[in-house]
């Protein structure tokens, strides 16, 4: 089974990527960790792999009990992606935690937040090298409320 954080009712907070997946090994790994949430922090929901667009992922989560929710706000623009890429992660968290204080991303923030009390949510892009994405700037605005499980 995976690296599950508690039990399969406590909540709990993910971090997973799709580079280098399947949608379905994707699927299977959020149900052996009992995600109930995957929160899509993609800007733009969309994807050249099959199955990772927006309309079929959802599809595919929902026909396994997974609810599928897209935090656009909470996106990385594409011209802040080249840091976390070439490993200046501290460059691109710098620019990522500014554009975290606007209004839109501090709303879906403070969902994340609510989903967080009594869901087990993955929060999901591309990058499946946790160390070289945005998910760690996410998981640091929302500190103090669950210490996140990387799935490999």
């Given at each position: 089974m995976g690296p599950a954080a508690g039990t399969s009712g406590t909540p709990a907070l993910f971090g997973v990527g799709y580079e280098g997946r399947d949608l379905d090994e994707l699927v299977a790994l959020l149900r052996a960790n009992h995600v109930?949430?995957?929160?899509?922090?993609?800007?733009?929901?969309?994807?050249?792999?099959?199955?990772?667009?927006?309309?079929?992922?959802?599809?595919?989560?929902?026909?396994?009990?997974?609810?599928?929710?897209?935090?656009?706000?909470?996106?990385?623009?594409?011209?802040?992606?080249?840091?976390?890429?070439?490993?200046?992660?501290?460059?691109?968290a710098r620019t990522f935690r500014a554009l975290l204080a606007s209004d839109e991303a501090g709303l879906e923030l403070g969902q994340l937040a609510e989903l967080l009390a009594s869901e087990r949510v993955a929060v999901f892009c591309f990058e499946r090298d946790h160390d070289r994405c945005h998910r760690q700037v996410i998981f640091d605005a929302i500190a103090g409320q669950r210490t996140p499980v990387h799935l490999p």
């Open positions: 109930t949430v995957l929160l899509d922090v993609r800007l733009n929901a969309v994807s050249r792999k099959p199955g990772f667009s927006k309309q079929r992922l959802r599809a595919a989560l929902e026909g396994a009990g997974i609810q599928y929710r897209h935090a656009r706000a909470l996106g990385n623009p594409k011209d802040n992606r080249e840091p976390f890429h070439t490993g200046d992660t501290a460059r691109g």
